[in-house]
C-alpha cells in the first residue's frame, strides 16, 4: 500500500544542482530502505543511490559518487538526492524506491514512484 511521489525535477544547465524528493504514504516509511535509480531514452533503468532505514549506511553508483547526495528524513517520511556538478549524461527520468532489504538492484525494490525528469544542457 506504499506510494511514492517525486518532485523536483527541471531543467538545469551542465554544472548546475537540483533536488529531487520522495514523499512516501500508506505504509511505515522508516521500516525501508530506500533507493534512487535512473532511465535514459533507450537505455535500462540503473541504480544511482541508496539509503538504509535510519540514514546511516549509504551506497553511490560510481557515476555519481561525489557528486549526488542521498539522504531521508523520517519524520516527513520523504528521501532525497541532492545531485550537484550536473552532467548531460545525468540526464533521465529519475526514479524513488523502496525495499525491505537494502539493495541496488531493481528487482529487490518492491515500490515505486512515477518518475521526475531531469534535463541538462550542455
Known amino acids: 500500500q506504499m506510494q511514492l511521489v517525486e518532485s523536483g525535477g527541471g531543467l538545469v544547465q551542465a554544472g548546475g544542482s537540483l533536488r529531487l524528493s520522495c514523499v512516501a504514504s500508506?505504509?511505515?516509511?522508516?521500516?525501508?530502505?530506500m533507493g534512487w535509480f535512473r532511465q535514459a531514452p533507450g537505455k535500462e533503468r540503473t541504480f544511482v543511490a541508496t539509503i538504509d532505514r535510519t540514514g546511516g549506511g549509504t551506497y553511490y553508483a560510481d557515476s555519481v559518487k561525489g557528486r549526488f547526495t542521498i539522504s531521508r528524513d523520517n519524520a516527513k517520511n520523504r528521501v532525497y538526492l541532492q545531485m550537484n556538478s550536473l552532467k548531460p549524461e545525468d540526464t533521465a527520468v529519475y526514479y524513488c524506491?523502496?525495499?525491505?532489504?537494502?539493495?541496488?538492484?531493481?528487482?529487490?525494490?518492491?515500490?515505486w514512484g512515477q518518475g521526475a525528469q531531469v534535463t541538462v544542457s550542455s
Open positions: 524506491a523502496a525495499t525491505q532489504r537494502l539493495a541496488t538492484m531493481t528487482s529487490t525494490f518492491g515500490f
Open positions: 500508506g505504509g511505515t516509511f522508516s521500516s525501508y530502505a
